[in-house]
């Protein structure tokens, strides 16, 4: 599959309902796409001003304070002691690295990448790009010979589905059997809601619990862009396998794919300090709850969404009609569609969007 042969980016099917939510005399309520409307934390900004003088090219590796904070990170907030700077890797956000993995893994048609059922669409592109083949499926008894390539996303975008230990162990067990790399999107790890993860880490593929002890074809995958508001300036990492770390990285130079020094810096900050996280978990924790009783008491059955910043909602109808209602009350959202073929009575409720915006949508829901 050539880059031209890509369908329409699928959000521009979303303008119409945007124009007629915007018509709305209280003003448009944008729930659709999760981009931060927080302000960016202050360390994290003033580390950011203090690294402006990035004369040099940085390293595609990060800096030596960069990869230590990682895998610091990693054995503070996941659980996952015993990562050395060789383990981790920084990368330009994680959508590029979504994208770009069956490539820097050197798939090709004929091979399989697995992805959730509910999926952001990403993980198929990648696959596509290279010619290979994108399977949906949840189950790990259902992965195809051939499969290469395994995503996994806990807690999930859209659903907010949350894999606990034993399904973790299940997926990494199978992959291993299929001689597959796992990748694990937890860029929503900091944002559990409800059942155990309210109060419990949510757990990561490369937790002692799941591993046994081999990071043997296992990724991590992160992002600093939902719990630090660090979307614009596009910075996540991965972590696992130390060989498979090795190869991406080799290639990621020959691409030129390095951080800005100064997001380094910025990262840096980030990952040493739990308190603005603190903070953030509780805004979105206070959105939520102000939001999806009011979808349930419009009729909305929520499904999953034990954590992540999406509430993943159905009326029992076509996506598109539930979108042109809320659009007829200034509300957009996602449409299942979005998400793969599996899901079209399904949309997708964003909780990035400000305490007047939520109390807003939850009032004209009711």
Same mark, same amino acid.
């Given at each position: 599959m050539a880059v031209r042969d890509l369908d329409d980016y699928p959000w521009d099917a979303v303008a119409p309902y945007a124009r007629r939510a915007a018509e709305h005399p209280g003003g448009l309520v944008d729930l659709s796409i999760g981009s931060p409307v927080d302000p960016t934390p202050d360390v994290v900004a003033e580390a950011l001003r203090s690294a402006t003088d990035a004369h040099a090219y940085p390293q595609t590796v990060g800096t030596p304070a960069l990869r230590e904070a990682i895998a610091a990170w990693y054995a503070r907030r996941r659980g996952v002691p015993g990562l050395g700077v060789d383990d981790v890797l920084p990368t330009v956000g994680s959508k590029e690295l979504v994208a770009l993995l069956p490539l820097l893994l050197d798939l090709g048609a004929g091979d399989v990448v697995v992805h959730p059922r509910a999926a952001y669409p990403t993980y198929a592109v990648g696959?596509?790009?290279?010619?290979?083949?994108?399977?949906?499926?949840?189950?790990?008894?259902?992965?195809?010979?051939?499969?290469?390539?395994?995503?996994?996303?806990?807690?999930?975008?859209?659903?907010?589905?949350? =894999?606990? &230990?034993?399904? *973790?162990?299940?997926?990494?067990?199978? !992959?291993?059997?299929?001689? @597959?790399?796992? /990748?694990? %999107?937890?860029?929503?790890?900091?944002?559990?809601?409800?059942?155990?993860?309210?109060?419990?880490?949510?757990?990561?593929?490369?937790?002692?619990?799941?591993?046994?002890?081999?990071?043997?074809?296992? =990724?991590? &995958?992160?992002? *600093?862009?939902?719990?630090?508001?660090? !979307?614009?300036?596009?910075? @996540?990492?991965? /972590?696992? %396998?130390?060989?498979?770390?090795?190869?991406?990285?080799?290639?990621?130079?020959?691409?030129?794919?390095?951080?800005?020094?100064?997001?380094?810096?910025?990262?840096?900050?980030?990952?040493?300090?739990?308190?603005? &996280?603190?903070?953030?978990?509780?805004?979105?924790?206070?959105?939520?709850?102000?939001?999806?009783?009011?979808?349930?008491?419009?009729?909305?059955?929520?499904?999953?969404?034990?954590?992540?910043?999406?509430?993943?909602?159905?009326?029992?109808?076509?996506?598109?009609?539930?979108?042109?209602?809320?659009?007829e009350r200034g509300i957009l959202a996602g449409p299942g569609h979005f998400y793969g073929e599996h899901f079209p009575q399904h949309v997708r409720f964003s909780l990035t969007a400000t305490d007047e915006r939520i109390a807003a949508a939850a009032e004209r829901l009711r």
């Open positions: 696959a596509k790009l290279v010619g290979a083949t994108p399977v949906a499926s949840d189950d790990p008894a259902q992965w195809p010979e051939g499969t290469k390539l395994v995503w996994i996303n806990s807690p999930g975008n859209p659903d907010g589905r949350v =894999l606990g &230990v034993a399904e *973790l162990r299940a997926a990494v067990a199978r !992959a291993r059997e299929l001689g @597959a790399v796992i /990748a694990s %999107d937890e860029c929503y790890a900091e944002l559990g809601w409800d059942g155990p993860w309210g109060s419990e880490p949510v757990p990561s593929v490369l937790d002692p619990r799941v591993t046994d002890g081999s990071r043997r074809g296992i =990724l991590s &995958v992160y992002s *600093l862009s939902k719990q630090s508001n660090l !979307a614009g300036y596009r910075a @996540a990492f991965l /972590a696992g %396998d130390r060989e498979i770390v090795a190869r991406l990285t080799t290639a990621r130079k020959h691409l030129g794919l390095m951080l800005p020094a100064p997001v380094q810096a910025a990262m840096t900050a980030a990952l040493g300090d739990d308190a603005h &996280v603190a903070v953030q978990r509780d805004r979105y924790r206070a959105r939520r709850g102000v939001l999806k009783p009011a979808l349930e008491a419009a009729g909305f059955r929520i499904d999953h969404s034990e954590g992540g910043l999406y509430l993943w909602a159905t009326e029992g109808e076509d996506a598109w009609v539930t979108m042109g209602r809320l659009a």
